[in-house]
């Protein structure tokens, strides 16, 4: 009796990719396209909420003053830099002092609102893997979460800033309502530069204990404590001027310019190029961050 030569299989003979093409299969986490990926993370935004809500309420759930600490901690690191800077190092110069306290304070308030969305962002992903690896959903969304409960908690310590400016004879007029545009142009840039860490983050974990570093660096070079142009009026012209075109500096100034009378006469050179600057600055790393934090979509949580 002889055997019948067996039938091969209809699928002998094609590669893994070409079964998957053939049979209609995707990659498990396969990074979506760029528009998809916009209208997904949109579908997550009441997610997005309410996670930075929860995480705002969360932060000093042990602290027996409980949300107090939102205003008391910048309001601390203020007084700490007045006592040191404003009494010590005389950096008040050129300042008369019932504009020096809310120039000092401003800058201390708006500074920590990127300073605290760059820390945020650079654990984003490493720091909740545990969701990142149980969930599927748009990774952007931490990033995003975290810079935005950043921006409430900026406003929580916007009533003291008020406050404090009314206090020195800065009362409000209608250039207050520029705080809003600069407040969504800083969130934005914050937003972006959140998500770049957020990427470098996620692969080296050790980049948050070397953050603080630069973050105080920058701090120390965008004037927070003291005006630029003054400070340096006796240095290279090009000096002052990187200094201020730096985003951290514009968007303190812009601030300041809201809130204290007289101040883009004397102490915001660039005039109405500032709003320009500050746009450009906001518009490049919302879109460059996004678009490299895209890029990287379906390694996070992995390895």
Do not use: C
């Amino acid at each position: 009796m002889t055997a019948s030569p067996s039938t091969p299989p209809p699928d002998d003979g094609l590669s893994r990719a070409e079964l998957a093409a053939k049979y209609g299969l995707t990659v498990s986490g396969a990074r979506p396209g760029l528009f998809e990926y916009v209208r997904q993370l949109w579908g997550r935004r009441h997610f997005i909420i309410a996670f930075s809500q929860a995480k705002l309420t969360a932060q000093y759930s042990q602290a027996k003053l409980g949300q107090l600490w939102q205003v008391a901690t910048p309001l601390l690191n203020a007084l700490v830099y007045f006592l040191i800077f404003g009494l010590i190092l005389e950096a008040d110069r050129g300042f008369e002092r019932e504009v020096y306290i809310p120039f000092l304070v401003t800058g201390v308030f708006v500074f920590t609102f990127t300073q605290s969305s760059v820390m945020a962002g650079v654990r984003s992903i490493s720091g909740n893997l545990g969701l990142v690896r149980a969930l599927h959903f748009p990774r952007a969304s931490l990033p995003v979460s975290f810079s935005l409960q950043q921006l409430q908690q900026l406003l929580f310590s916007m009533i003291v800033l008020f406050v404090i400016t009314i206090g020195f004879g800065s009362y409000p007029k209608l250039s207050w309502l520029l705080i809003v545009p600069v407040l969504v142009l800083q969130f934005l840039f914050n937003t972006g530069l959140a998500m770049i860490m957020a990427r470098l983050g996620s692969k080296t974990p050790d980049l948050a204990q070397l953050m603080p570093f630069v973050m105080r660096t920058w701090m120390y070079a965008s004037g927070v404590m003291f005006s630029i142009p003054v400070m340096l009026q006796d240095k290279p012209a090009w000096i002052a001027d990187v200094l201020q075109w730096n985003p951290a500096a514009i968007y303190m100034d812009l601030m300041r310019y809201a809130l204290i009378d007289g101040y883009g006469e004397k102490y915001l050179p660039m005039g109405q190029w500032a709003w320009a600057i500050a746009a450009g600055w906001a518009v490049l790393l919302a879109a460059g961050g996004f678009v490299y934090f895209w890029k990287a979509e379906e390694r996070y949580g992995r390895g």
